[in-house]
């Protein structure tokens, strides 16, 4: 159930309490948000000496950042071959410079922010065929990256091979963005429930700005950017085990909804049985007969969910909100890679508000051309939902919710958003409980 997991950073850190805006403010940048990307934007305006306020619908952290696996990698699954084939070296280079930068940004401010940072090599792994792994190995070195092909790695089961990516890095998000957030100019408990030119409608009064980053998972405005159309939403798992196997490196499967691993001092997370949301998948149950095969003397200490947003082509949407909003900018598709993308988004938004000219604008466009196979597949879903008959519906655009028996939920197959057994909501984009 939503309310009974064990989140293992919870537990690690004790989260600083901001208050609630009550009544009308003014500031030059509205950040509606307080998960990583819209705390890192924050970070970064204080540092231009930028007017900025973030609102926190609930309190910050209690989204994906606080679900995260929080690995700092630059290597996002297969993506690079698919990124060299489809938009050319360029754009390939230019994804790997951004994320690279990112993960630089992390190890410096790791310094002042102490947070179990530790260096680690990444690997994407596969269990049958190597053909994807070579390509991607090529494509990486094509674009000046050492990675390597290998078919050792410290997993409990063969492999038909890995790409090392070395020198990437894992963390505690909770010790990083509670020492991050310290500081800033937050406020918790303070929905935003409309969005209109220059200002944002909350419960208890109106925010004007004069520009706008909704950093908020999943976008909330309707009315520019066909969001409920360029993304999907897919729910993960992880367990975390104690008297499991100690591993060096950081490992995720090369497939859809594959296994991912990591230790955490004396625990691995173990992650993986996903689905898209609405949908079944393995969840927890796949991920503990595999810990009880290959793990028997492990003890199970924590376990969560989180959702991601999913992209029609692997790539965020960082910019401008849509071609005909003025003013208003999003950072949101981060494809269960939030860590890296997060911190990117934040540098590119903070150039953009700021009036600097960034050089990964147009690669991370959200306007950018989107006639995907997966846009059909997204308007079909929404298509079926919108017709097929349900008792409870989606206050966000209308479709049917499916009642999920796992996390005691009620979801949504359209645009992900979720509820629980009494009606709160659980995740966006609904701007509103179900009752």
């Known amino acids: 159930m939503e309310n009974c997991q064990k989140r293992l950073w919870d537990k690690t850190v004790k989260m600083p309490v901001f208050n609630e805006l009550h009544g009308d403010a003014q500031t030059d940048v509205l950040i509606i948000g307080g998960g990583a990307a819209g705390l890192l934007c924050g970070y970064f305006l204080k540092k231009r000496n930028i007017d900025y306020m973030i609102l926190e619908g609930d309190r910050i952290l209690s989204g994906t950042t606080g679900l995260t696996t929080a690995k700092i990698t630059v290597q996002h699954g297969l993506i690079f071959n698919k990124i060299l084939s489809s938009l050319g070296r360029e754009a390939a280079r230019l994804y790997m410079e951004a994320n690279c930068e990112a993960l630089e940004f992390y190890r ?17 792994y596969l269990t049958g065929g190597r053909d994807r792994l070579e390509a991607e190995t090529a494509a990486v070195r094509k674009i000046g990256f050492p990675a390597v092909m290998t078919s050792k790695t410290e997993l409990p089961f063969k492999v038909a091979g890995a790409v090392k990516f070395p020198n ?19 406020y918790e408990k303070t929905f935003v429930r409309e969005l209109m030119p220059g200002c944002a409608v ?42 499991a196997q100690n591993i060096e490196g950081m490992y995720v499967d090369g497939n859809n909804n594959g296994l991912s691993f990591r230790n955490y001092k004396d625990l691995l997370l173990l992650g993986g049985g996903g689905h898209r949301t609405g949908k079944k998948g393995g969840n927890w149950e796949e991920l503990r007969k595999f810990a009880e095969k290959y793990y028997p003397d492990a003890v199970e200490e924590f376990f969560w969910s989180a959702q991601d947003c999913m992209t029609l082509d692997g790539i965020p949407y960082i910019g401008r909100y849509s071609k005909g909003s003025r ?17 990117a988004a934040a540098l590119i938004l903070a150039d953009i508000v700021a009036g600097v000219d960034n050089k990964y604008q147009k690669l991370f466009s959200p306007s950018r051309m989107m006639l995907k196979p997966q846009l059909f597949i997204n308007a079909g879903e929404a298509v079926i939902n919108l017709i097929g008959f349900s008792r409870k519906r989606c206050p966000h655009m209308g479709c049917r919710l499916k009642w999920n028996s796992v996390e005691h939920s009620w979801d949504c197959a359209c645009h992900g958003s979720r509820f629980s057994e009494s009606g709160k909501l659980l995740d966006n984009p609904s701007n509103g409980d179900l009752y």
């Open 327 to 343: 003013d208003i900018y999003t950072a949101t598709g981060f494809n269960k890679w939030g860590m890296t993308s997060s911190m």
């Open 108 to 124: 410096e401010l790791s310094k002042a922010f102490p947070c179990d940072f530790e260096e680690k090599d990444s690997f994407v």
């Open 202 to 243: 909350t419960d208890k009064g109106t925010v004007k700005a004069h520009k706008i980053i909704v950093a908020t998972h999943f976008p909330i405005l309707n009315k520019h950017g066909a969001y409920f159309l360029k993304m999907f939403q897919s729910r993960s798992y992880v367990i975390a085990l104690k008297n």
């Open 168 to 186: 990437q890095a894992q963390f505690n998000p909770a010790k990083f963005f509670s020492q991050i957030a310290n500081g800033l100019n937050i």
